[in-house]
Every structure is written in C-alpha cells, then in structure tokens.
T-cell receptor, first 115, second 112 residues
Framework: NAGVTQTPKFQVLKTGQSMTLQCAQDMNHEYMSWYRQDPGMGLRLIHY???????DQGEVPNGYNVSRSTTEDFPLRLLSAAPSQTSVYFC??????????????FGPGTRLTVL | LAKTTQPISMDSYEGQEVNITCSHN???????ITWYQQFPSQGPRFIIQGYKTKVTNEVASLFIPADRKSSTLSLPRVSLSDTAVYYC?????????????FGKGTKLSVIP
C-alpha cells in the first residue's frame, strides 16, 4: 500500500492564480481531510469528507473548494491564491468515524508559496 | 471552538520518562483525545487515543483525569529518535457543527 499520497511536493504560485492539490489514498478509507500547517499554529482543518459525494467545512474553509467523486481521491482547489494561503498542506484519511474519532493517516504534505 | 494549551518545548535525557500535558476545554464526555508525533518535513503520525482514565499501547500511555480538562502523554524511556513535535488533538460537536482542534505542539528534544 502506498498509503496517502500528495502531489505536488512543492509549488510556487502568483497571487490570483488557481491550482489543485491532489490527494489519494489506497486504503479504502471513507474519511478524508485537508489541513494547513502554519508556523506556531498547529494544524487547522480546512475541509473534510465522510464519503464519496459528501463534504463539509472545517475551521478555515474560505478560499478553498473540495469535491469527492471517488473514495480514493480528495483534491483541494485554490480558486484565487493569496499570500495568506502560503502554508504546508496535509491530506489525511481514516477508516471510520470523524477525523478526530480514529487514527488518521497523513500524507507527506505540499509546501505552497504564494507570491 | 475548544482551546488547547501545550508547553512549547521540553528537554529530556535519554532513558528518562517524559510527560507532556495538554489542557483543553469544551470537549464532550465521549469525544476522543488523540496525540500525534511529527518529524520535520513529514506528516503527523498517530501515537495514542482515549477518552477516559488510562490507555496504554506499545509506545506510550495516555492519562485523562475525570474532569477531562487535560490529558497527559507519557513516553517511557525516551531515545534520540523520539525527538519530534507532539500534538494533542481534541474535537467537539454541538449545535450541528463539528470542530477539530490541534494544539500548537510541544517540541521534545532528547539529549544523549
């Protein structure tokens, strides 16, 4: 099993550009989540999904869109990048329960810089 | 939104037991408290989870007092490879909203 994979590993954008961060898992997990990690801030939940076709907002959803068309994939879209979105983004999945109910498996992260 | 407080950093010598405490409020009786470990340039890794009293696994113990306003992660006999950042995670649900709160992390440095 590859576990949770994320692409790209690094990305530099200009203000106003859009892009999609990819996340995939091969563990047949129902629950997937996106977090951002900023220095001194811990991880903050952006969006999460409890299954294909179902998504919900987390603590910091503004400026991000998600969709879940398959169990395996959970892409995160930045519609119009802003410098405040410079961060490290982590995708995670868990077999059962909400993100905080069970062990989450995290991807390696995407480091995004917005100029 | 539940709030959490952890020490920013801790130092320990190899072979010692390390206890890291996280203070938290506004968590429901049956909501889990979870701890993660993170090495530089990697995603967090699950350590342990519980919602009351004491939980133990092969790498750590988790102590949760009856009032559930804090939890303590205990790492027995730490080694250099335990140098990492440790995060507590709590969740709260109410009024139809779901909230997940990571602590800001405790950087543990293990000294030879």
């Amino acid at each position: 099993n590859a576990g949770v994979t994320q692409t790209p590993k690094f990305q530099v954008l200009k203000t106003g550009q859009s892009m999609t961060l990819q996340c995939a898992q091969d563990m047949n997990h129902e629950y997937m989540s996106w977090y951002r990690q900023d220095p001194g801030m811990g991880l903050r939940l952006i969006h999460y999904s409890v299954g294909a076709g179902i998504t919900d907002q987390g603590e910091v959803p503004n400026g991000y869109n998600v969709s879940r068309s398959t169990t395996e994939d959970f892409p995160l879209r930045l519609l119009s990048a802003a410098p405040s979105q410079t961060s490290v983004y982590f995708c995670a999945s868990s077999l059962l329960g909400r993100p905080g109910d069970n062990e989450q498996f995290f991807g390696p992260g995407t480091r995004l810089t917005v100029l | 939104l539940a709030k959490t407080t952890q020490p920013i950093s801790m130092d320990s010598y190899e072979g010692q037991e390390v206890n890291i405490t996280c203070s938290h409020n506004n968590i429901a009786t049956n909501d889990y408290i979870t701890w993660y470990q993170q090495f530089p340039s990697q995603g967090p890794r699950f350590i342990i989870q519980g919602y009351k009293t004491k939980v133990t696994n092969e790498v750590a113990s988790l102590f949760i007092p009856a009032d559930r306003k804090s939890s303590t992660l205990s790492l027995p006999r730490v080694s250099l490879s335990d140098t990492a950042v440790y995060y507590c995670l709590v969740q709260s649900s109410g009024a139809g909203s779901y909230q997940l709160t990571f602590g800001k992390g405790t950087k543990l440095s293990v000294i030879p």
